[in-house]
């Protein structure tokens, strides 16, 4: 070995071990560990839900389960074969935990504002019995309603707090709409909500 390396000779006995006790450090830093009083990694994001898809909000009483609806794990489900729907409820001394982010506000406002422009009243009430949102997503479907001039759409609307002085992206609220429209039974409904 020495006639292969000859600058073996002249190196002190102690640069071997010092040689392997650097060794240990380098690999730390080079593999990523982490190190005493290193931040916590953070917790991963919420999953995506898919486009179009809403998230379920049970209640003690049973309610229809829509085709866009995910359905959160331990619901009492009912299957009606003959008419093709499906109900949910929470079980006896189950509670609903609302989500604590809003990844389906997008697509619960696109089902609100889908059943306001077509005047379903009937659907967009199922929709807001059924589906976690805050006030804002109220919004556009009201616009939506009181431009068309749906009466009953708007009572449903109003009922669940919707606001008939919120502007849209243009800046025009549900009441410039349905007087714009000329939906004047409409336009005092919504006055005698803003006074």
Excluded: I
């Excluded at 009083?37 to 003690?60: C, D, I, N, Q, Y």
């Excluded at 609302?98 to 696109?110: F, G, H, L, R, Y």
């Excluded at 199922?126 to 556009?140: A, I, Q, T, W």
């Amino acid at each position: 070995l020495e006639q292969q390396m000859p600058w073996l000779q002249e190196l002190p006995l102690w640069a071997p071990l010092l040689s392997l006790l650097s060794l240990f450090p380098a690999l730390l830093w080079l593999f990523g560990r982490p190190s005493v009083g290193a931040s916590t990694p953070k917790p991963p994001k919420p999953m995506a839900l898919p486009e179009g898809k809403v998230r379920f909000k049970p209640g003690k009483e049973w309610k229809e389960v829509l085709p866009e609806h995910l359905l959160p794990g331990g619901l009492d489900v009912r299957f009606d074969l003959d008419g093709g729907r499906n109900f949910a409820r929470l079980q006896p001394g189950q509670f609903d935990r609302p989500p604590s982010d809003s990844a389906d506000e997008t697509s619960v406002e696109k089902l609100l504002s889908d059943a306001a422009t077509w005047g379903r009243q009937d659907r967009l009430e199922k929709v807001l019995d059924s589906c976690y949102y805050r006030l804002e997503v109220l919004n556009r479907p009201l616009a939506e309603a009181a431009g068309r001039g749906h009466v009953d759409v708007c009572k449903a609307l109003l009922a669940a707090r919707g606001d008939p002085l919120s502007r849209g992206a243009k800046g025009v609220t549900p009441l410039h709409r349905t007087t714009m429209e000329g939906h004047e039974e409409l336009a005092t409904l919504l006055l005698q909500r803003c006074m």
